[in-house]
Each structure stands twice: as structure tokens, then as C-alpha cells.
């Protein structure tokens, strides 16, 4: 079983930054399967950014050059920072398993970003 806990979210004023952090347990052998996902009000869950075998990274094309995903093995840490941050990428973010084969079914509670001025 695996468990995923979200932290670092807030509101934010455009233009700003915020770093998200992953606290995940369970049979998860490596963080580097792991992704962020966001879902937006009325909206279908995305992928934001994933690692993805061989020490590549998936990014979503909006927020290419934007946001970074890094992680830290040895916490069990994965993190997204969040710089330049728009309207648009106002949702709730949730980390889990990327690559490969897509998510677990189970999702943790996420994170609220909101950006608004």
C-alpha cells in the first residue's frame, strides 16, 4: 500500500512562486516513477510534470520552463517548484506514481494553489 501527503500550497499573487512537497510511503521502490497531477475546478485531472526512466522529465507544455520537479530519495521527498505562476494554474495538486503505467488508484488529499491578485 502506498500513501502520498501533499504540502506547500496557498494563495498566491501572479507573477509569485511556491514550492510543493510529496511525503510518500509504501511500496514505492524509487521517487523517480513519481508525478504531480492538478485538478481544476470543472476540470479533468492533468499530469504537470513526471519522471519518467533514464533520467528524463515529462513536463506539461503550459508549464514548461516554469515549474521543476526534483526529488530526494533518501526523505522519500518529491517536490514542484512553481515559479511565474499564472491564473490558470490555480488548482488542487496531487503527487503519485508517473511512469510507468500511469497512477495508483489511490490519490492523497492534494494541495489547494490558488493564484489571484
Known amino acids: 500500500q502506498v500513501q502520498f501527503v501533499e504540502s506547500g500550497g496557498g494563495l498566491v499573487q501572479p507573477g509569485g512562486s511556491l514550492r510543493l512537497s510529496c511525503a510518500a510511503s509504501?511500496?514505492?521502490?524509487?521517487?523517480?516513477?513519481m508525478g504531480w497531477y492538478r485538478q481544476a475546478p470543472g476540470k479533468q485531472r492533468e499530469l504537470v510534470a513526471g519522471?519518467?526512466?533514464?533520467?528524463?522529465?515529462t513536463y506539461a507544455d503550459s508549464v514548461k520552463g516554469r515549474f521543476t520537479i526534483s526529488g530526494d530519495n533518501a526523505k522519500r521527498t518529491v517536490f514542484l517548484q512553481m515559479n511565474s505562476l499564472r491564473p490558470e494554474d490555480t488548482a488542487v495538486y496531487y503527487c503519485n506514481k508517473y511512469w510507468p503505467g500511469g497512477p495508483y488508484v489511490y490519490w492523497g488529499q492534494g494541495t489547494q494553489v490558488t493564484v489571484s491578485s
Open positions: 519522471f519518467r526512466g533514464g533520467g528524463s522529465i
Open positions: 509504501g511500496s514505492i521502490s524509487s521517487l523517480y516513477v
